[in-house]
Structures are given as C-alpha cells and as structure tokens.
C-alpha cells in the first residue's frame, strides 16, 4: 500500500528541483520516449509523461548522483546485444527514486549495468528482470528491484 505522504512528499521534491531545470535544453523527448540528457545537474527528474527511457539515455554519463523517476514510466530500455541500457556505465550514479505510484513494467537488459557508486534503489514493487539489469552494479540491488534473481 502507497502511503499518500510519500506521494505528497515525491511530488514537492520534484517540483522543487523541476523549477531549476530547462526541460526543453536538458532532454530530448519524442513520441514520449526520452532518449538524451544534455544537462549539468547532479540530481535529475525524468519530466512526467514520458513513458519509456531509451537504452541510450544516460549511456556513460558522468555527474549524475541521483535520479528521480515519475509515474508515468513503464519501461527502462535496455540491449543484452548491444551491451547498452539507459543509465549503463553512469559510475557517478548512487540513487534511483522511482514514484511512489509507479507503472513500471518492465527494465530491460543492462539498464543499470557497471553502475558501480549506485547504492540506493526506492522503488514500492519489483519487476520482472534478467540480472543482467545490475551487472557490475551492488548485487544487493537485486532483491530490492526484482521478482526473481
């Protein structure tokens, strides 16, 4: 059960950090699929309605600590073929805050692979994933994020 304080609580937080974002300067969205971040910020909110985060998002991004993830995502793409997911190899990257009320359906492969100061993942359900999503992450994380593995 979600508290509705939690729910109170993300949105501030987002709201407060939105303000100093550019939205249309710091990501590249289409059909609302979120494919770039362009910005300089340490701590990041995924705009609301994008609804999946392409496998090449944040690919070896340096400087993010923390990323916020609102509702409206359901899919965190990722490619065991192409060795490549959406915050794949983001050393600098230590917290993931998925909403309180998330649709998260699916992640793919290596979404959070070689992420490897990421030591925090909120999330209020598990997924269904391969482990290959954390490779060379804290395989702690696992049994925070997933059903099985």
Avoid: W
Avoid at 2 to 11: K, L, P, S, V
Avoid at 32 to 39: F, P, R, S, T
Avoid at 98 to 107: R, T, V
Avoid at 118 to 132: A, F, M, S
Wanted: proline share 3%.
């Amino acid at each position: 059960m979600i508290a509705e304080e939690d729910i109170e609580r993300y949105r501030s937080q987002s709201e407060k950090y939105r303000q100093k974002m550019n939205v249309r300067k710091d990501f590249t969205i289409e059909d609302k699929v979120l494919l770039d971040y362009q910005g300089d910020s340490e701590i990041i909110f995924i705009p609301e309605g994008v609804k999946r985060i392409s496998h090449s998002f944040m690919f070896e991004n340096r400087g993010v600590k923390k990323v916020y993830i609102p509702s409206s995502v359901e899919l965190l793409e990722g490619s065991k073929d192409k060795m490549m997911g959406a915050f794949f190899n983001c050393r600098d990257l230590q917290e993931v805050v998925f909403a309180p009320d998330s649709e998260l359906k699916d992640i793919g492969d290596f979404a959070f692979a070689f992420c490897t100061s990421l030591r925090e993942i909120h999330i209020t359900r598990k997924v269904d994933g391969n482990p290959h999503i954390l490779h060379g992450a804290d395989p702690s994380l696992r049994e925070k994020l997933l059903v099985k593995g």
